[in-house]
């Protein structure tokens, strides 16, 4: 019997659950989410954004951050060290890197992956392309500080494919036995070796393959094939103390960057063109001691996303999960996860030829759109973010959604057809 003690708590509990379940029921869109999201501490909870409606092992059917009851099962299926370097014995010698070996282990633990290769609509390799070498030893750039399994780099010196990656995705294109109609994923990690697109033009276009990775580019995404990923976030504990505890707090500064201003000339030239501080806008230089970064992440309303030395910059998942809203600077880089929640829902996109106009176009936007924005993004993060594993999830929420989307299209080909 409970005691009284207990007796708030499981009614929290019930409560808690009864809530989520009448959430998942039925079909939201982003107003429905902002009216009725369960808030607890302050942050909505979007799991409807996909991962929590499907129903064991389903994928939730997915269209610009529209969620729907509308499910079907998706498998994929994973193939292991052991496997393949029985098939593909030059692999023995080649490493991967922390990034890639956690998501390794999400793989190999996921509850939608199957061993019966039959049932899979999807296959998945170990991690030999995702050469992340920033992460999580940020800033360090070396294969000595981030490895996980030792061996041969898989990427090479700059923008460069290695022997190990080259022979890793040609034995996966050219000669690994799939089941008909079954894809695969090529998984590339945020960045590293492969910003440029580095491997044969062929591994970019091979139908069977589902392209992720970060620096994902426009002239190259295949819309409704590929996934843009997020870069890992470069999570620091301290944050804690900066970021607001009350949704009262208010925020003092309109604007503000603070980076290496050299990556880029359009670094260069936001701070010429935008510096204020008797306006509440500040482009820092990341030597500058007036505040520390997230310190001036908790103060201000916007935050640049500006491109570096690629269009991608791991700002993207420290502004998104600080509670700023997030300003896009990047042309040519596909928003991550847009699958799932467009990025014009929780941030605002600025062409790189309109840096000059910055502050003209945010005032556009009220106090009530600042909040909202703020809470999606805060929201986004939370869910889909702030961790690895998280960041594995949603990846592979898209992709066995994708594969999902594929079988429909044949299925319809077919009925057409007769």
């Keep these: 019997m409970l005691s009284r003690k207990r007796l708030p708590v499981f009614a929290l509990l019930i409560f808690t659950l009864l809530s989520v379940s009448l959430i998942l029921k039925g079909k939201f869109d982003l107003e429905r989410w902002d009216s009725n999201a369960l808030v607890i501490n302050g942050i909505k909870l979007y799991h409807s954004l996909a991962a929590e409606c499907?129903?064991?092992?389903?994928?939730?059917?997915?269209?610009?951050?529209?969620?729907?009851?509308?499910?079907?099962?998706?498998y994929f299926y994973v193939v292991t060290i052991d496997e393949l370097e029985s098939e593909l014995p030059s692999i023995l010698g080649c490493g991967w890197e922390i990034y890639g070996?956690?998501?390794?282990?999400r793989w190999m633990h996921h509850p939608s992956r199957t061993l019966d290769k039959s049932r899979a609509?999807?296959?998945?390799?170990?991690?030999?392309?995702?050469?992340?070498?920033?992460w999580p030893m940020y800033g360090g750039g070396s294969w000595e500080r981030n490895f996980a399994r030792s061996g041969v780099n898989p990427g090479a010196d700059g923008d460069k494919a290695g022997t190990c990656s080259?022979?890793?995705?040609?034995?996966?294109?050219?000669?690994?036995?799939?089941?008909?109609?079954q894809r695969y994923l090529l998984h590339f990690g945020s960045c590293g070796w492969d910003r440029g697109y580095a491997l044969p033009p062929e591994a970019y276009q091979d139908e069977r393959a589902i392209i992720a990775k970060g620096n994902a580019l426009h002239d190259r995404y295949?819309?409704?094939i590929d996934i843009s990923l997020p870069p890992p976030f470069t999570d620091n504990y301290m944050r804690m103390r900066w970021l607001p505890?009350?949704?009262?707090?208010?925020?003092?500064?309109?604007?503000?960057?603070k980076g290496d201003l050299g990556t880029h000339s359009l670094r260069r030239e936001a701070q010429r063109a935008l510096h204020n501080p008797d306006q509440g806008i500040l482009i820092l230089d990341k030597h500058d001691t007036t505040f520390e970064y997230w310190e001036l992440l908790s103060k201000t309303v916007f935050a640049p996303?500006?491109?570096?030395?690629?269009?991608?910059?791991?700002?993207?998942?420290?502004?998104v999960c600080s509670g700023a809203i997030p300003v896009l600077l990047a042309d040519d880089w596909v928003p991550p996860f847009e699958d799932i929640l467009p990025f014009k829902e929780y941030g605002v996109r600025v062409r790189e030829a309109q840096v000059?106009?910055?502050?003209?176009?945010?005032?556009?936007?009220?106090?009530?759109?600042?909040?909202?924005?703020?809470?999606?993004?805060?929201?986004?993060?939370?869910?889909y973010l702030i961790s690895p594993w998280h960041q594995f999830d949603g990846l592979m929420q898209i992709a066995l959604s994708r594969v999902v989307d594929f079988e429909a299209e044949g299925l319809k080909e077919q009925s057409h057809a007769t």
């Design 54 to 74: 499907r129903e064991d092992h389903s994928v939730a059917v997915v269209s610009g951050g529209v969620c729907t009851n509308e499910t079907k099962s998706a």
């Design 222 to 224: 295949r819309k409704g």
């Design 356 to 383: 000059n106009e910055l502050v003209e176009i945010l005032s556009q936007f009220d106090a009530a759109s600042r909040i909202k924005l703020s809470r999606r993004a805060v929201s986004f993060c939370q869910e």
């Design 166 to 181: 080259i022979a890793f995705e040609n034995f996966i294109r050219t000669q690994y036995e799939f089941q008909p109609k």
């Design 245 to 257: 505890s009350s949704s009262k707090t208010e925020r003092s500064v309109l604007l503000a960057f």
């Design 305 to 319: 996303v500006i491109r570096g030395h690629v269009s991608f910059s791991y700002r993207f998942s420290e502004v």
């Design 101 to 105: 070996a956690m998501s390794y282990e």
């Design 121 to 134: 609509s999807l296959v998945v390799f170990p991690p030999f392309l995702t050469n992340e070498l920033n």
